[in-house]
């Protein structure tokens, strides 16, 4: 349905903020000057104040950048796959990403790597992968709850020696819950204790049958340790990818998810965001949350400073009013004046919602039965 808030309804019928509430108490809603009223309760108020009401449908411009218009399949463009990795407690997650990285860093970038983002990619056959460095599916699971849905493929990483566990299976869910296809690495085969063909056996269980076992689950043995069987993950990551065929439109204003956000004491709010579709630029404005944005800098996964950020693309953003959240889902607008708008917007309909959680219920019933 439709709202306006108490004082935008005053404000059209040049009434005070202050006599609309009272006729909203008079009808048994409880509401303050900021607060917004479906129309129907926005309709009786005006009639009482004997108006009559055309229920108008203004679209404001939270709505209109917020929507995702439609691309012309003409102008996608591919765009890498989106890659995260999930798995029990010492599975072997860090490693296996760290193991990955070290693979494709070149020998001039050696150590050069030493700040902390929660994302990053790599480049296999001339062809980007991006990580997200959420392991452990808290993350995963914040994101989803927020509506966000980054992830094109999930690594299930399961220890070959200790096979499947609790968050194994938990992991297994999330990604069947988020209709992203997975990939096994079965890791530390380098052990003596390892066991791949226990872990294969106890992941039918799951609906995880191997392709060698004549299911279509792609399943890696791989060791952090000796990177044995690192090259066929990636190849493995490639192959699904291509078949997503995944795409996307670099020209137009772009749109994505925030992966994580800190207050950073020299450099204030930094979020590290993940671009989904068009292109993030230096100097554009955005709404991430209930905050907004006027990119000031981005900085890729080396540290290096970037004008552009195209899909797929993490970066990490300087700008932002406040610290977002991880899983906020961002939009840029026109210019800074709206982004402020939409998220003040928010913010204040955000502590609203929080305000009359906190208040306690009284009806006139309890009023009257003490
Ligand atoms: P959490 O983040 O705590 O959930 O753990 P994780 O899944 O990230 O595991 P992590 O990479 O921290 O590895 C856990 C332990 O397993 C560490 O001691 C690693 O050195 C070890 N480990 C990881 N991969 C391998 C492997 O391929 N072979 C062997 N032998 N040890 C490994
Ligand atoms: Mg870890």
Redesign the pocket.
């Known amino acids: 349905g439709e709202f306006i808030t108490v004082k935008e309804l005053a404000e059209k019928m040049k009434k005070s903020p202050a006599e609309v509430i009272k006729k909203l108490m008079m009808l048994g809603v409880m509401a303050t000057i900021n607060q917004e009223i479906d129309a129907d309760t926005a309709t009786i108020v005006a009639q009482e104040f004997g108006f009559e009401v055309e229920v108008k449908v203004e679209q404001d411009a939270e709505t209109l950048y917020m929507q995702e218009p439609e691309d012309d399949p003409a102008d996608l463009q591919p765009r890498p796959c989106v890659v995260t990795v999930m798995?029990?407690?010492?599975?072997?997650?860090?490693?296996?990403?760290?193991?990955i990285r070290e693979t494709n860093v070149t020998a001039t970038e050696a150590g050069g790597i030493t700040q902390h983002i929660g994302a990053y990619q790599v480049e296999h056959n001339n062809k980007k992968i991006t990580f997200l460095d959420t392991?452990?599916h808290e993350a995963f699971t914040a994101m989803r709850a927020r509506g966000a849905k980054v992830t094109d493929i999930a690594i299930l990483?399961v220890?070959a020696d200790d096979g499947v566990m609790p968050?194994t299976v938990e992991a297994i869910n999330h990604a069947k819950a988020a209709g992203v296809p997975i990939i096994v690495a079965i890791?530390?085969?380098?052990?003596p204790d390892a066991n791949p063909e226990r872990v294969k056996q106890q992941l039918t269980e799951y609906g995880l049958v191997a392709e060698e076992w004549g299911g279509d689950t792609i399943m890696v043995p791989?060791?952090?340790?000796?990177r044995q069987g690192l090259e066929d993950l990636l190849e493995m990551i490639l192959l699904v990818a291509e078949m997503l065929e995944l795409k996307a439109n670099p020209n137009r204003p772009a749109r994505g998810t925030v992966i994580e956000a800190e207050l950073d004491k020299g450099r204030g709010p930094v979020a590290t965001v993940l671009v989904q579709n068009g292109t993030l630029s230096v100097g554009d404005n955005l709404v991430a949350g209930t905050t907004w944005a006027r990119v000031r800098a981005m900085m890729d996964y080396k540290g290096r400073r970037v004008k552009k950020a195209t899909p797929s693309m993490p970066v990490e953003v300087l700008g932002f009013s406040e610290v977002p959240y991880a899983g906020d889902q961002f939009f840029v607008v026109p210019d800074e004046k709206t982004a402020r708008q939409i998220a003040e917007k928010r913010a204040s309909r955000k502590r609203e919602e929080e305000f009359r959680a906190a208040m306690p219920r009284v009806s006139l019933e309890d009023l009257f039965n003490q």
């Open positions: 798995g029990h407690v010492d599975h072997g997650k860090t490693s296996l990403l760290d193991a392991p452990g990483v220890a968050q890791n530390k085969i380098d052990r791989v060791s952090a340790k000796t």
